[in-house]
Nanobody
């Protein structure tokens, strides 16, 4: 079993900041890419940012320059620092991790339960 536990969501005013965290735990051999996705009401889930085990990052155009993804490989934890938040950033944010449970096992995609981020005017 692998669990992804997210924290750090909440209510913030436009222009403010929040930091999300997601820790992977359980039977883990290695964690490959980790990332954050979000889903707003009535919309499809979309990629926010990803980071490889070597710390190569990608960002959605809508968050470039405002959000920063990072990770602590020793803790199997990924972070999302969100600055200059906008109303349109309001969504449920989901953590994602590609995990090998054993050296011989194929990598498997896991998801967190989601954390609500609400940006108010």
């Amino acid at each position: 079993q692998v669990q992804l536990v997210e924290s750090g969501g909440g209510l913030v005013q436009a222009g403010g900041s929040l930091r999300l965290s997601c820790a992977a735990s359980g039977s883990i051999f290695s964690v490959n890419a980790m990332g954050w996705y979000r889903q707003a009401p009535g919309k499809q889930r979309e990629l926010v940012a990803t980071i490889t085990s070597g710390s190569t990052t990608t960002y959605a155009d809508s968050v470039k320059g405002r959000f920063t993804i990072s990770r602590d490989n020793a803790k199997n934890t990924v972070y999302l620092q969100m600055n200059s938040l906008k109303l349109e950033d309001t969504a449920v944010y989901y953590c994602n991790a590609v995990v090998k449970r054993y050296s011989w096992a194929p990598p498997v995609n896991y998801w967190g339960q989601g954390t609500q981020v609400t940006v108010s005017s």
